[in-house]
Structures are given as C-alpha cells and as structure tokens.
C-alpha cells in the first residue's frame, strides 16, 4: 500500500493506493502554503495519517508527492514552483524526515505521463507526449522507453516560442503558455469582450454557438498548439501524443483543428498519432502512487 498526493496551488488530491492503483481511501484538502515547505511536509503528515485510519490500515510502505515546479526527481529538491511560492526547497528529504517512510518526490505533469504511458492513453508507446493543457502547459516526454527528465528542466513546451506578440509570465514574448492555455484562453476573451469567462470550456461552448471572438480565441490557441507540437516533433519525433487538460474535456470541438494544422504544415516530420488523455484529473495522483511503487520496486 502507498499513498499517493497531487500538490496543486490551491488544493491537494490524496488517495492510499494498493498496488493494482485501486484506491483504499481518497482525500481533498486545501494546499497548505509556507516559502519553506514545511507547511506542507506537516500538512502531508497529517494527510497520510488520515488515510490509513480511513481505510483501516496501517502506515504505507512508501509515500508519493507530486508538485509544479521544476523538480529534481533524482535529488528531490524543487528548484522553483510559482504555485506554491518556493526556490531550493528540499522537500523528499524534509517529508522523509517527518514521516519516517521512504518517500518518491516529483513533477505532476511526469507524474501524469507516466501514468498514461503505463495505464492511460499512452500504453504501448516507446516515444511519446503527453502535453496537458490547463492552467499552464508543459509535457511529460517518453523516450525509448524511458522518461526523460533532464533534472526536472525537460518537457517545457509551454515556453516555446509561438510567434504571437504577446508577454508571458516568464517573461519572454510568444510562448505557447500565453496563447493556449485553459487560462489563456479565458483571459484574451474577457479582455477583447469585457465578459468574464469561467474558463477555456466556457470560450469553447461560445465558440460552438457562434460566437465570433470566442472563435477566434480558440482558433489562434489551436494554432498556437499546431507551432508547439511541430516543434516537438521536430526536436524528438514522438509517434504518440496524448492531450488532456481542461482544454481537451471538449475533444469533439478541438482535436481535429489541431489535427488539420499539423497536416497542413508538416513537411518531412511524420504525423503522430494524437490520442486524449483517458485518465483526467486523476493522472497527477495515479503517478504519484506508481513513483512510490517504483520506489518499493528499486
């Protein structure tokens, strides 16, 4: 048994895990938050004890958690996360030290690929992406079997640049992230309309009535989408690309304009195979529970 917890900004999915993935107990709380981390090594504490009395256990064998951020899987040190306001955080060995269980530490979007690859969408693939796309995009990258995680500085195709003018939150101009993300979305149809959008699927149900701006929106994200896995296949050529997130919730809407795009402009890069993400919100929590697994496993 192991327990398994998806770290986001504002809230926390944790489930104890058999090792079939079968949930035992399952959990949400609200993020706790400290410059630190030590906020959430306590919170995380707590978190597992809860379970195991839920599911009428003892204590895991090991504990997964998976953040944003740029995360060192090997050294599990989180680097920088903007969600949880960290810089140089050494939170396996801080949680380690808590709980007194070995611990795996990692990044959710790798998370949420590896279990696609292994369960989800992206089974029997030996290169592949799986590129979420909600709040921020980034991607878990399968290479020859193998996730590459470059001390965690791999798979930011959200910061590819695009060609559009506008600014992203990192900084530069023309990243994938500014133009195509769930929130992207929202925000250029409120800001060219007046009306708040509560979120990319409502912009999307506006564009399938007809609405002009909300087509326009979504048709420059889809392209700016067709740039950045272009690119990707240009760099690394996977055959697999798996695409989730809020956006990808309206798969019958979206899917085939991104599909069209790359037909129409790819050259000698071969068409990958685009495949939805079958796993949803659950992927982040999954590999966390299967990095815990692996952990045992090693």
Not at 144 to 173: N, S
Not at 259 to 266: E, F, N, V
Not at 281 to 287: K, N, Q, S, T, Y
Request: charged share 20%; hydrophobic share 50%.
């Amino acid at each position: 048994m192991v327990a398994a917890l998806d770290v986001g900004g504002t809230t926390i999915k944790a489930a104890l895990l058999d090792e079939r993935l079968q949930p035992q107990a399952a959990l949400r709380a609200e993020t706790a938050r400290s410059a630190d981390g030590t906020a959430l090594a306590a919170q995380v504490v707590d978190i597992v004890a809860a379970l195991a009395e839920q599911a009428g256990t003892g204590q895991p064998a090991a504990v997964g958690v998976v953040v944003p951020g740029i995360v060192d899987e090997q050294t599990r040190v989180c680097h920088f996360s903007a969600n949880l306001d960290w810089r140089e955080v050494a939170f396996g060995d801080l949680l380690e030290g808590r709980l007194g269980l070995p611990v795996a530490f990692g990044h959710d979007v790798t998370a949420g690929g590896i279990a696609e690859f292994r369960v989800g969408a992206g089974q029997g693939a030996v290169n592949a992406a799986f590129i979420p796309v909600g709040t921020g995009i980034a991607a878990a990258l399968l290479l020859d079997g193998r996730i590459h995680r470059a001390h965690g500085q791999a798979g930011e195709v959200g910061h590819i640049d695009v060609g559009h003018p506008g600014k992203c939150g990192c900084g530069a101009t023309g990243c994938l992230e500014a133009i195509s993300s769930a929130a992207a979305i929202a925000r250029r149809y409120t800001e060219r309309t007046g009306r708040p959008a509560d979120g990319a699927r409502e912009v999307v149900d506006l564009a399938r009535h007809g609405d002009e701006v909300a087509v326009a929106v979504v048709q420059d994200a889809l392209d700016g989408l067709g740039h950045g896995i272009r690119t990707l296949l240009t760099l690394l050529g996977p055959e697999v690309i798996v695409l989730g997130g809020g956006l990808f919730t309206a798969a019958d809407y979206v899917l085939e304009p991104v599909r069209a795009w790359l037909a129409a402009h790819l050259t000698f890069q071969k068409m990958p195979e685009l495949r939805i993400a079958k796993l949803g919100d659950e992927a982040g929590r999954l590999g966390a529970g299967l990095l815990a697994l692996d952990l045992l496993d090693a």
